[in-house]
């Protein structure tokens, strides 16, 4: 199978697999790609260039091939219930935001903005978060004295920085504790209220709302629920953007491993699942789609990380790395191969006058 990709166990190049433990064969088969992620955390085997290696794999469809009979309960679960329902709602805040702030604060830029930077015209990860920001105001055509919502706030550096740059208040949603107290402090001196709320709560009328990397965690039985609550909040002229992560494939559940590890009760949506959920209650009028930037963005997240890495070890420990380093280097491999997908969607509630005009703005 591996071959089929080409990439050889035991070759010289650096995408090739040196396997140390013989156990990784028939743990990956009985266990799939969660059993590929939890060998490589195990030290069971190792590669110099991670993300090409996974590039390679995707491309070859590997990760299709070795499906053991236990991955169809685990879509099957995913089927059956709700795994996103409110009462797991704050699962992943507590498993992976708050895993401890000196861990983001060395691997993201100045503001924290922890989602797909924007590129064009940048030359570092600051400038491109902030393209990126500028890129979601524009889209939403903001103006001074608008009301805001901001949905997945995360430590409040997009809605600090659109409140500043274009004279917006507005409110910031998390279900994150230490996002909720950055965001509180990053905001304290603006127009601006940072709740721990979970979204099906929200029922307050907002000019423009946005979410940047929140969708995610929503997962394919809410999200029709989720555009009610947008439809809900905005106003008759208003706008939403919703950038998130996206999959080819309409699918019930993510990466095990990732799922197990990074984001639990995460999924990524399909263009069918995202349109079906708006029908009958919003109007898409943009959808752009920039993968790329994610595959640069999340390198240099992982280059961050590496140079940080001496001052975090002692707290966070050499499996931590391990695990961490896969996270970033598979995902960049996977937007790489064009796995998955960058979305920025833009909405409006009843339509806008004269039309949307998209590629002036890109």
Same mark, same amino acid.
């Given at each position: 199978m591996l071959a089929a990709a080409d990439i050889r166990i035991g070759g010289d190049r650096p995408w090739d697999v040196t396997? =140390?433990?013989d156990e990784t064969y028939p743990r990956v088969i009985a266990q799939g790609m969660l059993g590929v992620g939890e060998t490589y955390m195990d030290g069971w085997w190792e590669c110099e260039q991670l993300d090409e290696m996974i590039c390679r794999a995707f491309r070859a469809d590997f990760h299709r091939q070795i499906r053991p009979i236990k991955y169809l309960w685990f879509v099957l679960q995913a089927r059956i219930s709700n795994l996103q329902?409110?009462?797991r709602a704050y699962q992943v805040g507590q498993e992976h935001y708050d895993l401890g702030?000196?861990? #983001?604060?060395?691997? =993201?830029d100045k503001r924290m903005i922890y989602s797909c930077a924007y590129w064009k015209n940048a030359s570092t990860l600051d400038e491109a978060q902030e393209h990126k920001l500028d890129l979601v105001a524009r889209k939403l055509r903001l103006e001074p004295g608008m009301k805001v919502l901001d949905i997945g706030c995360g430590w409040g550096g997009a809605l600090s920085y659109l409140c500043e740059r274009y004279g917006v208040s507005g409110t910031g949603i998390t279900i994150s504790q230490d996002q909720f107290d950055t965001a509180t402090e990053v905001c304290k001196e603006l127009p601006i209220e940072i709740r721990i709320q979970d979204y099906r709560e929200l029922d307050e009328r907002y000019d423009r709302i946005y979410s940047i990397g929140m969708f995610e965690h929503v997962?394919?039985?809410? #999200?029709?629920?989720y555009m009610e609550v947008v439809r809900r909040c905005l106003g008759p002229d208003g706008l939403f953007l919703l950038h998130t992560i996206g999959n080819k494939f309409s699918q019930a559940r993510t990466d095990p491993w990732l799922t197990r590890y990074i984001f639990p009760n995460g999924m990524l949506p399909s263009p069918k699942q995202v349109a079906s959920a708006a029908e009958g209650k919003l109007n898409i009028e943009d959808w752009h789609n920039f993968p790329q930037d994610y595959e640069r963005t =999340?390198?240099?997240w992982y280059q961050n990380f590496e140079r940080a890495w001496p001052g975090l070890r002692?707290?966070?420990g050499e499996r931590f790395f391990r695990m961490w380093? #896969?996270?970033l280097l598979a995902c960049a491999g996977?937007?790489?191969a064009g796995g998955n997908q960058l979305w920025q969607v833009v909405f409006s509630r009843n339509g806008v006058p004269g039309g949307y005009l998209p590629s002036d703005i890109r």
């Open positions: 396997v =140390l433990n329902r409110q009462a702030q000196d861990l #983001y604060r060395a691997m =993201l997962g394919h039985k809410n #999200y029709a629920t =999340l390198m240099c002692e707290k966070y380093r #896969y996270y996977g937007f790489r």
